[in-house]
């Protein structure tokens, strides 16, 4: 029973096996079948095939339709007034001549086979570099329909100018564009068309943005006609709309122009007396303004408008120069006030020449006589006398020693704080209220 049992399992496991071995034979003759057909296909499409010419070529024009999947915005170069980008590139067109009928609706390629048929001559108007990405192979994607229609992908990375105006800055927008079409067909031969509606034909990668300055607000797309001496061409556009980020310049240039400008009238509440600190307060703040609005600069195209820092700056600077003509105007008058409320000087010293003789001419006796202070005590007590000052005299130049604040100090502490907060009132109502210019463009022209 035991040896019948086994025999039996040994021939149906040699059953299996036999089965598997058929089944992978047959796979095997598939497949290969499967290849030689795509094989022929490929042959017969090439076949008698001119990549020189266009489809529709005296019949219709070609229409492309394209979309775009950015991988990578930024960064963006404010002096250079560009921006780099990394995209998926689609485009997609019919082409009769490629019709088949196989075992598959599709037909996947790579580059290769992209080099042996007609492509568009699409190039990008804007664009200063454009790198077509070849690691390790080029990286381009190419699907045959049946029915004659064309899927072409390829990976690449556009330098774009993107004019910007900077009135704004640093609270300002800008839309940079992309344009491509055609470089030789005219629109009679060439169009373009977005794939998709509008808000969809160019699409954002949610991690795509690497923008450390912007915010990337959004895209739209359109259509355009342009004319040159060899006919008119259809150019595709996309809009990339970015808002300025403006913390960096709060921290590096705004606070440091506010608390400059705070230092500088400080000086207000000094004495008036106080010459060395003043001038201290009113040179070092000047200074320091130049220093801030240099370096605001350097970040900048050398652009022949003024932007919205440089008024910022500029009136800072207006406060704190203002302040050391303040100071100056106060210390002219201050000046005015010692020659008034005292003596003259000539007389001042003239006084102080009597009084070094009497004390001269006392002390050359006291060396001479050397008299008994028991007996002649009269005498320290006269020259005592003699040397004391008189108190109206005491109290003229303790008078003639003091100032009182000055009213244009007085003033100035009111009016200049005032001033200038008011300032900052406006100019950040004016421009933080400001909304981003967005250009809805219409795909249909």
């Known amino acids: 029973m035991r040896a019948a049992r086994h025999t039996r399992s040994l021939s149906a496991l040699g059953f299996l096996i036999l089965l598997c071995q058929s089944r992978s034979e047959s796979n095997s003759t598939q497949n290969s079948k499967d290849i030689t057909t795509f094989t022929k296909i490929l042959d017969s499409l090439l076949d008698g095939y001119d990549n020189r010419l266009r489809p529709g070529l005296g019949d219709r024009v070609t229409e492309v339709k394209t979309d775009i999947y950015v991988t990578s915005f ?3 170069s404010d002096t250079d007034m560009e921006y780099t980008v990394d995209v998926f590139f689609r485009q997609s067109w019919k082409d009769e001549r490629l019709r088949f009928h196989g075992p598959m609706n599709i037909l996947p390629l790579n580059n290769l086979m992209a080099s042996k048929i007609w492509t568009p001559d699409t190039f990008f108007h804007n664009g200063k570099k454009s790198v077509a ?3 390790t192979m080029p990286n381009k994607l190419l699907r045959i329909m049946e029915d004659g229609t064309l899927l072409y992908t390829m990976r690449l ?3 774009a100018e993107c004019p910007m105006h900077l009135e704004d800055f640093p609270m300002d927008s800008h839309s940079c564009p992309l344009k491509f079409g055609s470089y030789a067909y005219t629109n009679t031969e060439v169009t373009y068309i977005w794939t998709r509606n509008a808000s969809h034909s160019v699409d954002v990668a949610a991690d795509g943005s690497r923008l450390n300055q912007y915010d990337l607000v959004g895209q739209t797309v359109g259509k355009e006609t342009i004319k040159s001496s060899t006919g008119e061409y259809t150019v595709m556009t996309a809009h990339f709309h970015l808002k300025r980020k403006i913390g960096y310049f709060v921290i590096q240039t705004y606070l440091p122009c506010i608390m400059t400008v705070i230092l500088s009238q400080v000086s207000f509440w000094l004495n008036r007396e106080s010459v060395p600190a003043r001038t201290v307060f009113g040179v070092t703040t000047v200074l320091t303004m130049t220093t801030l609005s240099i370096s605001a600069r350097n970040s900048l195209p050398k652009v022949a408008y003024a932007t919205a820092m440089d008024w910022f700056i500029a009136v800072c600077y207006a406060f704190v120069f203002s302040a050391l003509i303040e100071f100056a105007t106060v210390n002219y008058f201050t000046k005015r006030g010692w020659a008034w409320d005292g003596k003259s000087v000539v007389h001042d010293k003239k006084k102080e020449a009597v009084t ?3 004390n001269n001419a006392y002390a050359v006796a006291v060396a001479n006589y050397a008299p008994n202070p028991s007996k002649e005590s009269a005498l320290p007590t006269i020259s005592q006398n003699d040397t004391k000052k008189p108190a109206a005299e005491t109290k003229a130049e303790q ?3 003091f100032n009182s604040v000055s009213k244009i100090d007085r003033i100035s502490r009111i009016m200049f ?3 200038f907060w008011s300032f900052n009132l406006v100019y950040w109502a004016t421009y ?6 967005i250009k809805e463009l219409d795909p249909s022209k």
Do not use: A, F, I, R
Not at 432 to 437: D, G, H, I, R, Y
């Open 74 to 76: 930024g960064p963006v």
């Open 133 to 135: 990405h070849n690691m």
């Open 157 to 159: 990375t556009v330098q």
């Open 356 to 358: 070094m003789k009497k």
């Open 399 to 401: 008078k003639k020693s």
């Open 417 to 419: 704080p005032v001033l």
């Open 432 to 437: 933080l209220n400001k909304e981003p210019v």
